[in-house]
T-cell receptor, first 112, second 115 residues
């Protein structure tokens, strides 16, 4: 069964550093997403991406965040200057039609 | 804005028994989808079951079934013949179709399965 692949599985970074989280969505999916889950809390929507542009973003997704699909297969989330509160599990997901999301296995980001 | 409420932070069930996890939601939309996701300790999000709001028939997937009460905006998950591998966090979520089609999650219910 097709999978959404995320790398790395765990990233440790120093506060103030830039970090890029990478995702390879399922090839025939059209909509791509990033979600965040702070430890012990619910999963929160960050951003949706369709037709090479952001279709919606949440209040969390401020100017420190950006997404792009540089080569038609990878889908990246960049955090420009990480803060301690950015420590969380970040999930990439893709969707085709209305059948539901396929989530990647997540990247655990730890900001120290 | 959509809201999803899971009022049971933790539940416990004995192996082979049945357990029901509660979920209520609030939306003004008429077209929407409902999901239950399982999150084991690995923290991967695994789709358990989905329900289209326009369908009256409750969805079932093997030992998992839902009780969808549209008027009450309730969407509970029943797990029959519980197994040790069912132990996980369970999240209820809604999806409103559209350009974004984003998921709105509840706060989750931690299910323990005991021998």
């Amino acid at each position: 069964e097709p999978e959404v692949t995320q790398t790395p599985s765990h990233q440790v970074t120093q506060m103030g550093q830039e970090v890029i989280l990478r995702c390879v969505p399922i090839s025939n999916h059209l909509y791509f997403y990033w979600y965040r889950q702070i430890l012990g809390q619910k999963v929160e929507f960050l951003v949706s991406f369709y037709n090479n542009e952001i279709s919606e973003k949440s209040e969390i997704f401020d100017d420190q965040f950006s997404v792009e699909r540089p080569d038609g297969s990878n889908f990246t989330l960049k955090i420009r200057s990480t803060k301690l509160e950015d420590s969380a599990m970040y999930f990439c997901a893709s969707i085709w039609g209305r059948r539901g999301y396929t989530f990647g296995s997540g990247t655990r980001l730890t900001v120290v | 804005a959509q809201t999803v409420t899971q009022s049971q932070p933790e539940m416990s069930v004995q192996e082979a028994e049945t357990v029901t996890l509660s979920c209520t939601y609030d939306t003004s939309e008429s077209d929407y989808y409902l999901f239950w996701y399982k999150q084991p300790p690995s923290r991967q999000m695994i789709l358990v079951i989905r329900q289209e709001a326009y369908k009256q028939q409750n969805a079932t997937e093997n030992r998992f079934s839902v009780n969808f009460q549209k008027a009450a905006k309730s969407f509970s998950l029943k797990i029959s013949d519980s197994q040790l591998g069912d132990a996980a966090m369970y999240f209820c979520a809604t999806l409103i179709p559209g350009t974004a089609s984003k998921l709105t999650f509840g706060t989750g219910t931690r299910l323990q399965v005991t021998l």
